[in-house]
């Protein structure tokens, strides 16, 4: 595989970051994920962007965030669920590298989000149950974007070494 930049896409909980690190790791690429790029330049965490501003707010960040990796080489960005619905991000992705979608059931991404840090905004408090119908709502709405990527990779039941050597032969 050759590309000098590949945008992993997602559900939230679906690994992006964990498997971007791995797979840049591998490719001897650097690792970026948009939401610590926003962390770092506004000196707040994601969860206080949305409590401070708006949504509208954030993804205008967001998408600013992002045009900034188009100065990016040999590297492998972990981009946040949202991302590819907004503006031009979708077409900014396919045009500026290769983009793959990562995908998983939202009961495994429930259960996951659930037993992590569960510091996402849109799931804090909230049971298993209630995770999963946000998901399958978000996915509804996304899964438009999300097949615009130029590959389709199913992450669900697989060992991350697995995945990394799939990702990597591509």
């Not at 799931?123 to 119908?133: L, N, P």
């Not at 060992?159 to 032969?169: D, G, K, R």
């Amino acid at each position: 595989m050759f590309y000098s930049k590949i945008y992993l896409v997602g559900m939230p909980g679906v690994g992006k970051t964990t498997i971007g690190r791995q797979l840049a790791k591998q490719l001897n690429y650097d690792f970026v994920d948009l939401d610590e790029q926003i962390i770092a330049k506004t000196q707040k965490s994601i969860a206080e962007i949305f409590a401070e501003f708006d949504e509208d707010y954030f993804r205008k960040l967001e998408s600013e965030v992002l045009h900034e990796t188009k100065l990016l080489s040999n590297s492998v960005i972990a981009t946040g669920g949202g991302l590819p619905c907004f503006f031009d991000n979708m077409n900014f992705l396919n045009q500026q590298g290769i983009s793959i979608w990562l995908q998983m059931g939202t009961d495994l991404l429930a259960e996951r989000i659930f037993k992590g840090k569960n510091t996402r905004p849109m799931f804090k408090g909230k049971t298993v149950e209630e995770i999963v119908q946000i998901l399958a709502e978000k996915l509804a709405q996304r899964e438009i974007f999300y097949r615009q990527a130029r590959h389709h990779f199913e992450v669900e039941n697989l060992h991350l070494e697995t995945i990394i050597f799939a990702l990597s032969a591509h």
